[in-house]
């Protein structure tokens, strides 16, 4: 079997050409403030790319860069008159913090109707219980990816390796309320090929190169891949390995192209909901 790739840039792109169309036609142009603490590289890259994809959409990014030395206390008092801004819908702090600095308080700290990023716990505990807070990024993506390609998660058995904050506890929970039959697995599971090889949907988000092989994949399944890494050679590669991997999945995401630009789209997405709600267009 050759795997069919699935083609998160090509999703993307059309999530955010709906994106900007709806933001046309709002009174006033959304506001996203994105918050950056310190010089990690990776980060950098990120906020660049998503400061420059909200002004594409049409939406006003307000960039915030604070130095590795920022106190609580001052992040604190911006993420205080941010909440209090009228103009701005959405609010973002780029994680990793430096180690002064306290994530979960930073977090809480966001008004939960401007967590575009849905990581406050008011928003977790809503996705854990009615649904209809925000949604974390790159677990929204992926779901929609996986709409995209017209497969439905019903009754599947979705197996989720990596438990973070960011993407794998998040995902289970959305992967569980359609309907999936979820396995969250982790660096203390014991024989993670067990479940891997029963996986219909293998999603690996652990940061690992290439860690997932073709031998723990099942003949035909769908293969989500959220790892971006460098291997021996310094190339870009995600969690899985990708040439082997497409000779026995079904569908796999490439990377890149596949889940990363998701992220982004459904970022201005969630900013664009906010800007709804906040103009009474939505509720
Ligand atoms: N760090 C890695 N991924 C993310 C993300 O989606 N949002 C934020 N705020 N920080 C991150």
Redesign the pocket.
């Known amino acids: 079997m050759t795997a069919r790739i699935i083609d998160g840039k090509a999703v993307a792109t059309q999530i955010r050409a709906r994106t900007k169309e709806a933001v046309a036609k709002l009174k006033r142009a959304p506001a996203l403030a994105v918050i950056m603490v310190g010089e990690n590289p990776a980060?950098r890259v990120?906020v660049r790319n998503k400061i420059r994809a909200c002004n594409e959409a049409g939406i006003i990014s307000i960039e915030r860069h604070l130095p590795d030395t920022c106190s609580e206390e001052t992040l604190l008092a911006q993420i205080e008159a941010l909440n209090h801004d009228d103009t701005v819908d959405g609010i973002?702090?780029?994680?990793?913090l430096p180690p002064q600095i306290r994530s979960g308080l930073v977090l809480e700290k966001i008004d939960p109707d401007k967590d575009v990023?849905g990581?406050h716990i008011y928003n977790t505990g809503k996705l854990v219980t009615t649904g209809g807070g925000f949604k974390?990024?790159?677990p929204a993506g992926i779901m929609e990816l996986l709409q995209a390609i017209g497969y439905d998660v019903e009754g599947k058995h979705a197996v989720i390796i990596g438990r973070s904050n960011?993407v794998g506890k998040p995902l289970s929970m959305l992967m569980l309320q359609a309907n999936a039959t979820v396995t969250m697995t982790h660096s203390h599971t014991a024989d993670l090929r067990r479940y891997t090889t029963d996986a219909d949907i293998l999603v690996a988000a652990i940061g690992k190169p290439k860690f997932v092989t073709a031998d723990m994949i099942k003949e035909g399944a769908v293969v989500i891949d959220v790892g971006v890494n460098r291997d021996e050679n310094g190339k870009l590669c995600g969690d899985v390995d990708t040439e082997a991997a497409k000779e026995v999945a079904g569908w796999i995401t490439p990377v890149p192209g596949g889940v990363g630009p998701m992220?982004i789209a459904m970022l201005l997405h969630n900013t664009l909901i906010s800007a709804q709600k906040r103009q009474g267009l939505s509720d």
């Open positions: 980060s990120y973002l702090v780029q994680l990793p990023d990581f974390p990024c790159t960011i992220t």
